[in-house]
């Protein structure tokens, strides 16, 4: 497909365990982002990946979230032992550019349910 | 520091008549500003976006939204409301001279057109 897709679409898990969740953007864009979107909430920047530069990772809540981009590609949003404050939808969103300029696309998310 | 905010939680109008959708920032540069919108079960979609030049940008699906530098406003806007338009919409901003990127988003307003 041409857009960003998100696996898995939901995922409900019990409190204290990993989960990983993950993002294929749009085929060349090299830029790559993670939020968060609480109930009812805007949107909470987590991470940032451009190219081969080092992540921004000032959005992320705290040591129990992690995020890597292999290949530039395909990205992989991981929280360990899970609270149930993580209950959200994480979206990924890519764009082709970094200049400021830059239009991104995001994906359908996933919904996380956190028991 | 980056901020946006969004007045209001929801906005009501009726359909056929203008709709206006507040947003204001704060930014320490010169800003990139973005609407974007979230229809119900989708994803988040791409509006519009300032850049430079007119302060009247025209966006899809018939909206548009107004540059004011000095009340340092990004208010998106349509003449005509369709019920179609009802869907959660966030204003976004990110200083252009800010190497670091981080695209700010509004809380959100749903906009809810009546029949």
């Known amino acids: 497909g041409a857009g960003v897709s998100q696996s898995p679409s939901n995922k409900v898990t019990e409190k204290g365990k990993d989960v990983e969740l993950r993002c294929d953007p749009i085929?060349?864009?090299?830029?790559l982002y993670w939020y968060r979107q609480s109930l009812g909430q805007g949107l909470e920047f987590l991470i940032y990946?451009?190219?081969?530069?080092?992540?921004?990772k000032s959005g992320l809540p705290s040591d129990r979230f992690s995020a890597e981009r292999t290949g530039g590609s395909v990205s992989t949003l991981t929280i360990q032992r899970t609270q149930q404050e993580d209950s959200a939808v994480y979206l990924c969103a890519s764009s082709s550019q970094s200049t400021g300029v830059d239009t991104q696309y995001f994906g359908p998310g996933t919904r996380l349910t956190v028991l | 520091a980056q901020s946006v905010a969004q007045p209001e939680d929801q906005v009501n109008v009726a359909e056929g008549n203008p709709l206006t959708v507040k947003c204001t920032y704060s930014v320490s540069g010169n800003p990139y500003l973005f609407w974007y919108v979230q229809y119900p079960n989708r994803g988040l979609q791409f509006l519009l976006k300032?850049?430079?030049?007119?302060?009247l940008v025209k966006g899809s699906y018939g909206f548009e939204a107004e540059f004011n530098k000095s009340q340092t406003s990004f208010h998106l806007k349509k003449p005509s409301a369709l019920v179609s338009d009802s869907a959660l919409y966030f204003c976004a901003v990110r200083d252009r001279w800010n190497r670091g990127f981080k695209t700010i988003f509004g809380a959100g307003t749903r906009l809810f057109v009546k029949a």
């Open positions: 085929s060349g864009h090299t830029a």
């Open positions: 300032y850049i430079t030049g007119d302060n």
């Open positions: 990946f451009q190219g081969n530069s080092a992540p921004d």
